[in-house]
């Protein structure tokens, strides 16, 4: 477990951060 690479854990923020309404 936690075997991703840093390029998966930005894609996966950019999908699922930016989703969240942080993006104001």
Excluded: L, M, P, Q
Aim: proline letters at 0%; aromatic letters at 12%.
């Amino acid at each position: 477990a936690g075997n991703v690479s840093s390029e998966t854990i930005r894609k996966y923020f950019e999908e699922h951060w930016v989703k969240k309404g942080e993006k104001d």
